[in-house]
């Protein structure tokens, strides 16, 4: 009897502890944030880096070479139509000029002296005194003359395009975006002195990473914005590379054009923002995700009892507005939001906006 009553004693007190287990104020009513989940669209926003670049550039370079005695450019630099670029040593190229200006003179005298020669040949005849063949060796003396008048002319234009090209001169209005000699360097025919881009529309160039929704940059709308600050412009993607690159991204290109491709100088850099709208998708607030051991879930409320339970949830994605819920959920659900994290399975809850 007295071994029984020692036992008897021994599981007493044994229960005190195991109602010690359990939650402080388990029995009452906990007041929560309960909301009813509905399908809604979403929206995703990526912020990304990238550079201004001209959408057409090309260079610019001497048509004969020489050596160069001036670049009177700097990288990024606005030039006007005619405005100097460069210049080469004209030394040759005007000496050159003078002897065939020369040349041209010495035969338009020639072709003076043949245009009288045959003329008079043509009037002694009429007069009865001059013969058939002394004009006809006058006219084809007058039309060698003619020609080798032409031919100088024609070496004299050439000589004064080569003097004019010892000047390198813009040919539109443009800007520098590359310089790429220096006065003493002796540059051969066709050789880039600097690189020019026009003043026309402009493209902000971006790398996007491989992502699912890739394909819609096409055609969206970015917000553009320097770097450091600054008036900005919208703008929309207008191209994506083919193929990703190395990195695991793919080039987009956002057009700037007008008056706002003005406000960005070529490769300056911009931030770009843009915002994509995503299908019709069940979202929880971010207080409503707790995790078990076998990954993410929430609260639910029963719409009988009013007790909660863990129910497992499959992630889709995450955006400003919530955590987009791919299973797990139906519409319509109720899931506690605010205060889930003083629950525990089976607990009754109340609305907090009806808590007394």
């Known amino acids: 009897m007295l071994i029984t009553s020692l036992r008897g004693i021994r599981i007493l007190g044994a229960l005190p502890l195991l109602f010690a287990s359990a939650p402080a104020g388990a029995d009452q009513r906990l007041s929560v944030e309960i909301l009813r989940i509905e399908a809604r669209p979403s929206e995703i926003t990526y912020t990304l880096t990238g550079t201004v670049q001209a959408v057409d550039d090309y260079p610019a370079s001497f048509r004969d070479g020489g050596r160069i005695i001036e670049v009177a450019v700097e990288t990024g630099d606005a030039l006007e139509r005619d405005d100097v670029i460069a210049r080469v040593d004209a030394t040759e190229a005007e000496a050159r000029l003078r002897s065939a200006e020369a040349a041209l003179q010495a035969a338009e005298a020639a072709l003076v002296q043949a245009r009288q020669a045959r003329d008079r040949a043509a009037n002694l005849l009429d007069e009865g005194n001059g013969t058939q063949s002394d004009l006809d060796a006058a006219v084809q003396a007058f039309l060698s003359a003619r020609s080798d008048r032409d031919q100088a002319a024609a070496r004299r234009a050439v000589a004064r395009r080569a003097a004019e090209d010892t000047v390198l001169r813009a040919i539109e209005p443009s800007i520098v975006i590359r310089r790429s000699a220096e006065p003493g360097q002796v540059v051969p025919a066709g050789q880039a002195v600097v690189t020019l881009a026009n003043r026309g529309p402009r493209d902000a160039v971006f790398q996007v990473p491989d992502i699912p929704e890739l ?8 917000r553009l914005s320097p770097l450091g600050g600054g008036r900005g412009c919208d703008a929309a993607v207008t191209e994506l590379a083919p193929v990703v690159s190395g990195n695991g991204t793919v080039q987009a290109k956002v057009r700037i054009e007008g008056e706002a491709a003005g406000r960005f100088s070529i490769g300056q850099p911009v931030v770009g923002i843009v915002t994509l709208g995503r299908p019709t998708a069940l979202v929880v607030p971010w207080t409503a995700l707790t995790a078990t051991a076998d990954g993410p879930a929430v609260w639910t409320v029963g719409a009988e009892d ?14 400003d507005s919530g955590i987009r819920i791919a299973e797990g959920l139906s519409e319509g659900a109720a899931v506690v939001g605010a205060g889930s994290q003083y629950l525990f399975p089976g607990r009754e809850v109340r609305p907090l906006e009806t808590a007394k």
């Open 215 to 222: 394909d819609a940059f096409l055609g969206s709308d970015v």
């Open 306 to 319: 009013n007790r909660v339970r863990l129910t497992p949830v499959t992630i889709d994605g995450y955006s």
